[in-house]
C-alpha cells in the first residue's frame, strides 16, 4: 500500500475533535465543577476559543450534560454583587477573631487572647484534612452567632487555622458570605493557642462563654 493510500480516518487531528465529543468523554468530571473558569479551562485546552466554537460548547454543555453555563455564570455575578455589599458593610462592623484546630477527635476554638471558646468531640472518627475542615466551619458559624449578638449588619471574621493544606476555601467563604461575614484567614501553625489546648480532653459549651469576647480589641 503506498503512502496516499492510507485510511486517514485512523489518524484524525486536533481539529476532529467537536465540543460535543469533549463534553460526553469528560461528563463526569464536568458535572463536579463549580466555576464558570473551569469550563473556560476546558474550552481553552480544545481550543473552542472563537465566539463559534465557544458556543457550540455551552451548547454540548447544556443538552448533552444539562449544565447551565450561563445560569452559573448569572449567579457568579450575584454572588460578587453581595460579596461587594457585604464587604463595604464588615468594614463599618467589629472585627472577630478565633483560633482553630482539631486533633482526628476534637476540634477546638478560641479567642484572640488564646481563651477556650468551644471544644467538642467528634461524632464518628475522621480524617485530618476533614477535621481541620469542620473546625473551620465551626468557627465561621460561631462569628456569626457573634456577629448578631452583638447587632452588627456584617463582620469580618479573622480567622487562624492551625492547619491550612487541603481545606476547601471556596466551601469556608460561601459559609461566611451566608453568615454575613468577610473571611480573613491565615494559617498560624505555631503557637496557635487552639492547638495548644487541642490536646485537653474537657469539652466547652459555647452558650457558656462571652460571645462579645471575641471581637478585637482594635476593632470598631
Not at 455589599?85 to 477527635?105: I, N, Q, Y
Not at 468531640?121 to 458559624?141: K, M, N
Request: glycine share 6%; net charge neutral.
Amino acid at each position: 500500500m503506498n503512502e496516499t493510500s492510507k485510511p486517514s480516518w485512523r489518524y484524525p487531528d486536533r481539529g476532529a475533535v467537536t465540543p460535543e465529543m469533549v463534553v460526553r468523554v469528560r461528563l463526569p468530571q464536568l458535572h463536579t465543577f463549580t466555576r464558570t473558569a473551569q469550563f473556560d479551562q476546558v474550552a481553552a485546552a480544545h481550543r473552542f476559543t472563537d465566539v463559534r466554537a465557544f458556543n457550540r460548547f455551552l451548547d454540548a454543555l447544556l443538552d448533552i450534560g444539562g449544565i447551565d453555563y450561563d445560569g452559573l455564570r448569572q449567579l457568579e455575578e450575584a454572588h460578587r454583587g453581595a460579596a461587594q455589599r457585604l464587604a463595604e458593610a464588615a468594614r463599618r462592623g467589629p472585627r472577630l477573631t478565633v483560633w482553630s484546630a482539631a486533633t482526628l477527635t476534637a476540634f477546638t476554638l478560641c479567642r484572640g487572647d488564646g481563651q477556650v471558646m468551644w471544644r467538642d468531640r467528634f461524632p464518628l472518627a475522621v480524617g485530618g484534612i476533614e477535621a481541620a475542615q469542620t473546625s473551620a466551619l465551626h468557627a465561621i458559624w460561631l462569628a456569626g452567632r457573634a456577629r448578631e449578638y452583638l447587632g452588627a449588619d456584617a463582620a469580618t471574621v479573622d480567622l487562624r487555622l492551625a492547619r491550612g493544606r487541603g481545606l476547601d476555601e471556596q466551601v469556608l467563604r460561601r459559609e461566611a458570605l451566608a453568615a454575613a461575614l468577610v473571611l480573613d484567614a491565615v494559617v498560624v501553625a505555631v503557637h496557635n493557642p487552639a492547638a495548644e489546648h487541642s490536646t485537653e480532653v474537657e469539652v466547652v459549651d459555647w452558650r457558656s462563654t462571652d460571645l462579645s469576647t471575641l471581637r478585637s480589641q482594635d476593632s470598631p
